[in-house]
């Protein structure tokens, strides 16, 4: 959906390789006193009843910069696992506000009463775990946490008199906290931003996370999502480690990294710190997706190829995208509506005249039986409309969040709208209720939740105007139209401290909902505002498991938060059809594997202005590998289909083919990802982490761990200049075919085996594997007689090549007569003869069918080149295979 209509107005070939109290009289700004206090002094510290640390820390001198010092707090330290460790300091006489533990389930903390009687020794005494140690400084208070087996440290809050950070500071709104940091340590997360110079923290470039609806195209901004994680990443002597760390709160922050050291600001909550020992960067996704939610289980047709448009005015319009991409003979799995098929804008609703309900029916029934998908928006405003039954329902219910003891009103598409309250247990029912009625009115295989930072057209309380229609159409739907009037009288609205918000300081509350505003329990706007898209998200996740039939749910949202990824996928915004913006969609994409959210694009081609043909024809070249791929165009930009310039469908067939070849590949990295959280998308790093080159590469991506991706990025440029880390890269755009227009029929065909192999080594070896299952079952696993996973092996030894695999609940893909017709063996010295195959240990008697061949590298190393005369290298191809993949089997030969 159109974005910067919530802020501002719209801005008027081939060639890939796969890659409150204020101080005194002054104003305060982003930019704070350098030092706020003296710290606070550990005075008590014992076991905690479950095996931790509990201690209580008292302030050491009181100041009033931002308001009074909490005198006492809590410290609970606790080893949650063998490599998670958590630092949690709150209040020790009043219960603050955290993220609820509903939204995102944890491990408890002792109740803050409990404190009050603590009685221990406040010696130091290290706490350590598996990988992890806690030790701590008495006073002022400080502690470090270093790795075990290497004694580096890690984080460390200590604080000397010459640096330009304070110690622990602990107020009702305001907290700061910092760790020094090696000069070389390589930072990555701290989003969601755009980020010009690449996926590594940049020093004193601004980090604000705060969830707001501004455009992606603002450089170091906070955008739509809230992720306060980094992954650190040290080379030692050559040898690479990593660790992750999450501030666990959902309160605005900003976060100041000067290349020595990083600091949090933040104005309200705890902290509360998670360590990840790691040590390799996918161990670090790994435990962090264990704490927050492992990604969801996206369906197979989601990693098809999308086409969407603000703009698709009428049905017919629809029906004609369609039909074009398939005469085109570009691959389409699912087809979206922005919200032209509303009626006037209003979630779960029809336009009669334009979307009439008979003939968007039938035109469903057609791509169902296609195997495409259908998918729409919905924005969280409620039009405040007597006549609306969403609405009427939603106030009898009594879901909205409250202002005065009245529903907030604001202004989004439909004009006046009020917000559902996503942390009330009957908003939530309510909201499945409306999702049921819209299934029922038409069968959308998916949801798109937009505009949920949440997004407001209007500041400060407002009223509908009287005596006048709002909005009137006539003007940009963007313009607000309401009565109101600045709320700025509240600490809330004026937190003390400012947070760099919308990389201009503006009020927190600006084009949002006012932050005095509250929700269910009393619970403040200002504390859960980041909570707000994440939230919905659960709610939508919830109504679509209940929908009758139980499928697989997708959701796409624009605004995320930690543990978003458990539920949807992500676009990243707003972006221009621009060459930056096409860089930077990279950068954002790899940031959001790393927060646990791998299904994630940006719109192809760009949102607006419209794009040039060159700059279209590398964008699909790039978004095709995206994991979520998809086009995107504004209301107000020429339409930008695929099919519209002719070099760029060529370019579209040769891409989205290559892709719809590798989606039983990216599937399987999906299944991955739904078990350990691993990205599909990934830095070069997360393979070669001991090669530093990779460290800042922000123009290459790996799909996996081995599939690289090294796009075409600037204008007029037919080369890329790609960096290949150690070992053998293969062209993979000379091999298998296999595909269709729609993800249903690209499985359907048989599967090829492409091994890879060290080039021309005498020894070598390889591995895959590869998940399928029914895709329509809510629960991604094993077990259930509807889904197999395979395991592949292959090596290379004293002249013979040798093939495998081990399947585990082969049944579903016997019954689904999945087979590999064709295995190409890459790099080996020769071809051979005499193929032996065995099925579940039974030697094949008919091998008539086979056909065995080989094709000579082209070799584009420079310095194997040279020796060319000595070495021949082949791609071995196998032919008629016809072997079940359900059922194990080995393939092997002599290399002649």
């Known amino acids: 959906m159109f974005l910067s209509a919530s802020s501002s107005p719209p801005l008027s070939l081939l060639g890939l390789f796969l890659l409150f109290f204020i101080l ?31 201690g209580l820390l008292q302030v050491i001198h009181k100041n009033y910069i931002y308001g009074a010092d909490i005198p006492l707090l809590q410290l609970y330290v606790k080893h949650e696992t063998e490599n998670r460790l958590r630092v949690h300091i709150t209040d020790a006489e009043k219960k603050r506000w955290e993220v609820p533990y509903d939204l995102l389930p944890r ?20 706490y350590a775990g598996n990988e992890l140690i806690f030790s701590y400084k008495t006073d002022p208070f400080s502690f470090s946490i270093t790795r075990k087996s290497t004694g580096e440290t890690l984080f460390d809050t200590s604080s000397l008199p010459s640096d330009p950070y304070s110690d622990l500071v602990f107020k009702d709104q305001y907290i700061e906290i910092s760790t020094k940091l090696p000069k070389d340590a390589s930072l990555y997360g701290l989003g969601e931003n755009t980020q010009p110079r690449g996926i590594k923290i940049v020093p004193n470039d601004p980090y604000t996370l705060y969830t707001t609806d501004i455009s992606a195209i603002n450089l170091n901004a906070d955008l739509y999502g809230s992720h306060p994680v980094y992954m650190d990443l040290r080379n030692r002597g050559g040898v690479a480690a990593a660790h992750g760390v999450l501030l666990l709160n959902s309160n605005g922050m900003d976060v100041f990294y000067r290349g020595d050291s990083l600091t949090y600001k933040v104005i309200g909550g705890v902290i509360d710190l998670y360590f990840f020992a790691g040590a390799s960067p996918l161990a670090v996704v790994d435990q962090y997706t264990a704490l927050i939610g492992r990604p969801a289980a996206m369906p197979y047709w989601a990693f098809g190829f999308h086409q969407c448009r603000w703009g698709y005015r009428n049905l017919s319009v629809v029906e004609d995208v369609v039909e074009r991409y398939k005469k085109a003979r570009i691959p389409l799995d699912v087809i979206w509506n922005d919200d032209d098929h509303m009626d006037g804008h209003k979630d779960f609703t029809l336009n009669p005249k334009n979307y009439p309900r008979p003939k968007l029916l039938h035109f469903l029934e057609k791509i169902h039986a296609r195997g495409m998908k259908y998918i729409v928006i919905i924005d969280p405003g409620i039009g405040v409309n007597t006549s609306y039954g969403v609405y009427t329902r939603g106030l009898a219910s009594d879901v909205f969040i409250k202002y005065h003891g009245k529903p907030f009103l604001a202004q989004v598409w439909p004009g006046a709208v009020n917000f559902p309250d996503f942390l009330n247990p009957k908003t939530v029912d309510w909201w499945g209720g409306e999702i049921r009625r819209f299934h029922e009115l038409v069968p959308v295989d998916g949801l798109w939740i937009d505009m949920n930072e949440a997004s407001n ?91 009758p039939g139980g499928k697989r749910p997708f959701i796409l949202s624009r605004s995320t938060y930690v543990g978003s990824g458990q539920y949807a996928a992500h676009w990243t915004g707003d972006n221009k059809g621009t060459w930056d913006d096409l860089k930077y969609s990279i950068s954002t994409m790899l940031n959001f594997g790393i927060f646990g959210v791998p299904m994630v694009g940006a719109d192809i081609c760009g949102f607006y202005p419209a794009p040039t043909e060159e700059l279209c024809n590398r964008w699909i070249e790039l978004g095709a590998f995206y994991p979520f791929s998809r086009d995107h165009a504004n209301f107000y930009s020429p339409r930008q289909e695929l099919y519209q310039w002719k070099s760029v469908a060529v370019s579209a067939r040769r891409a989205l083919g290559m892709r719809y070849k590798l989606l039983s590949y990216i599937y399987t990295l999906s299944y991955e990802a739904h078990l350990m959280g691993a990205p599909i998308a990934r830095p070069l790093f997360f393979s070669f982490p001991n090669e530093t ?126 087979i590999v017709d064709k295995l190409i063996v890459l790099g080996l ?47 071995v191809e196998i032919k008629g295979l016809e072997l079940s993949i359900g059922k194990k089997f080995v393939v092997s030969w002599k290399m002649g």
């Open 693 to 818: 080159r990779t460290y800042g590469l922000s123009t290459q991506f790996l799909l996996g761990s081995g599939l690289m991706v090294s796009p075409i990025l600037d204008k007029k440029k037919t080369k890329v200049h790609a960096l290949f880390p150690p070992g053998t890269w293969y062209d993979i755009f000379d091999m298998s075919k296999r595909g269709g227009l729609v993800s249903k029929e690209a499985r359907a065909t048989p599967f090829t085996l492409v091994v890879s192999l060290p080039l021309g080594a005498a020894e070598g070896e390889a591995r895959g594997n590869l998940f399928v299952d029914n895709d329509e079952i809510p629960k991604m696993g094993l077990g259930n007689g509807q889904s197999t996973y395979v395991e592949f092996y292959a090596n290379v030894n004293q002249g013979a090549v040798k093939m495998w695999s081990d399947v585990r609940d082969g049944e579903f893909a016997v019954e689904k007569g999945w």
């Open 457 to 547: 057209f209007c500041n400060g309380l407002c009223q509908i105007p009287v005596g006048r229609i709002c909005p009137n159409g006539t003007g940009p739907g963007w313009i607000c139209c309401l009565d109101c009037k600045n709320v700025t009288a509240t600490r809330w609205d004026d937190p003390p401290y400012k947070i760099n918000a919308s990389g201009t300081a503006v009020p927190i509350g600006y084009k949002t909902i006012a932050t005095s505003a509250y929700h269910y329990n009393g619970v403040l706007e200002y504390d859960a505002h980041s909570l707000y898209g994440f939230s919905q998200t659960i709610a939508t996740y919830k109504g679509l498991r209940a929908l």
């Open 24 to 54: 005194l009289s002054t104003p305060t700004t982003a930019k704070t006193p350098t030092k706020i206090g003296r710290g606070y002094r550990l005075i008590s510290v014992q076991e905690s009843p479950d095996g931790g640390l509990l």
């Open 829 to 875: 010295k020769g071809i051979g003869k005499g193929v032996a195959i065995e099925v579940d240990g039974n030697a094949m008697v008919d091998d008539s069918k086979i056909e065995m061949r080989s094709t000579e590298h082209e070799i584009m190393d420079e310095e194997i080149e040279e020796r060319e005369d000595e070495m021949k290298h082949v791609m």
């Open 107 to 126: 491990q408890s903390v002792p109740a803050f009463k409990q404190t009050l009687g603590v009685q221990g020794d406040p010696a130091q005494k290290p």
